[in-house]
């Protein structure tokens, strides 16, 4: 989405604002799959529930690529919102109930996926907007294309064996209110929201306005804009194949991986604001993209191993009350940008990453100082 703002700006009259607005939806929308998807997953399995996941995102994608008014937009990436967060919840279930021993690791190895995506889509958006009137096509184009391709997706999952037939697990278990109180009972699960929170605000702040900061600051074309998200995710591609390695091999806890990879985040996401050549601030968001890959990998490794028996609920409530962050982060630097400026208002996400740093270290710490504790009155 980010990498059409300059279009949407263009051809549709979005303002700063409205584009803001439209990451807020997308985020914010999770809320709903808070409250639903743990229910609705126990009903429809993981599989049925992938299927309908990945129509409405191409029925979402469709909509953006014939509307004529902005206000289409805005309700379908509430639409795409909804369905990408049902999809991320619905892979970590999947995960936490076949890998409990392997858990950090295949999270890193599965983002790996979601990074290549995240690396090819915004490159192949920012160069078909630029390239698409050769063949006498439009921007619109694209949308469609992205469409074509969750509909083979949503074919293929039609083939895929039913998780019906697998042993009782987390999601059979959670069909009531029991599997929701022992999560929001947990302190854990709070401090999880709060560390989803702040990578949100931040990775989603810097995602969704990087681009829009080299346009005003260095006069870039949207083409130049979107290659930023593309070679952010070529270091967040990087980063999972070369964290899983290392954290297949060593387990570090959680919390420390996240502390550390956060404060480098950080560094590196002010270097990108303050850099004023393309080429310097495309390396230092790369790297900023290297070391936010384990972050998110690592917050869903954390909440499946202390949620293993309420896997899908305990995600769904992560999904959608952590997804705040990243709903409010371009929602915030939008109306902040559009008073002050889009370079002042930025400085927000390298903000909530120090926080989120923070946070994920004095708990750590917290953690093994309970534990230290708690062998001693066994001992």
């Keep these: 989405m980010p990498a059409t703002f300059p279009v949407f700006s263009r051809e549709l009259g979005a303002s700063l604002k409205q584009m803001g607005d439209t990451q807020f939806l997308f985020y914010v929308s999770s809320l709903i799959f808070a409250a639903i998807g743990g229910p609705t997953l126990a009903l429809t399995g ?70 290549s995506g995240s690396m090819l889509g915004p490159a192949f958006m920012g160069w078909w907007i630029v390239n698409s009137s050769r063949w006498d096509l439009t921007w619109r184009s694209g949308y469609l294309i992205g469409a074509a391709v ?39 699960f709070y401090v999880a929201v709060a560390l989803c ?23 870039v074309d949207a083409a130049r804009a979107a290659y930023l998200l593309s070679i952010e995710a070529v270091g967040i591609l990087s980063g999972r194949l070369i964290f899983g390695a290392i954290l297949a091999r060593w387990g570090v806890p959680e919390l420390l991986v996240i502390a550390f ?60 009350i952590g997804n705040l962050g990243a709903a409010l982060g371009p929602y915030l630097i939008g109306r902040i940008g559009a008073d002050l400026g889009i370079e002042y208002g930025i400085f927000l996400a390298p903000l909530f990453g120090a926080l989120l740093s923070s946070i994920a270290l004095l708990w750590h710490i917290r953690e093994r100082r309970f534990a230290a504790a708690t062998l001693g009155e066994a001992a």
């Design 261 to 320: 990879c956060a404060s480098a985040e950080t560094a590196a996401f002010v270097a990108t604001i303050v850099s004023s050549s393309y080429l310097i601030g495309a390396a230092t968001f790369l790297v900023g993209g290297f070391f936010m890959a384990a972050v998110g990998p690592s917050l869903n490794s954390y909440l499946g191993g202390r949620f293993a028996t309420h896997a899908a609920t305990a995600f769904a409530l992560f999904a959608g």
């Design 197 to 219: 929170f702040c990578h949100g605000l931040a990775q989603a702040g810097m995602v969704s306005f990087v681009g829009q900061l080299y346009v005003k600051k260095i006069q």
């Design 150 to 188: 969750l509909g083979v997706l949503l074919v293929w999952a039609l083939f895929i064996g039913s998780d019906r037939s697998a042993p009782m697990t987390s999601i059979e278990q959670q069909k009531g209110m029991p599997g929701t109180r022992e999560v929001l009972c947990n302190t854990a």
């Design 46 to 115: 993981l599989n049925r529930g992938a299927v309908i996941a990945l129509g409405m995102a191409g029925t979402s994608l469709l909509l953006i690529g014939f509307t004529r008014e902005f206000a289409i937009v805005l309700i379908a990436t509430g639409m795409l919102g909804l369905a990408i967060v049902a999809l991320v919840v619905i892979t970590s279930s999947i995960i936490t109930r076949h890998f409990p021993e392997r858990r950090q690791s295949v999270f890193l190895l599965s983002g790996l996926s979601d990074a």
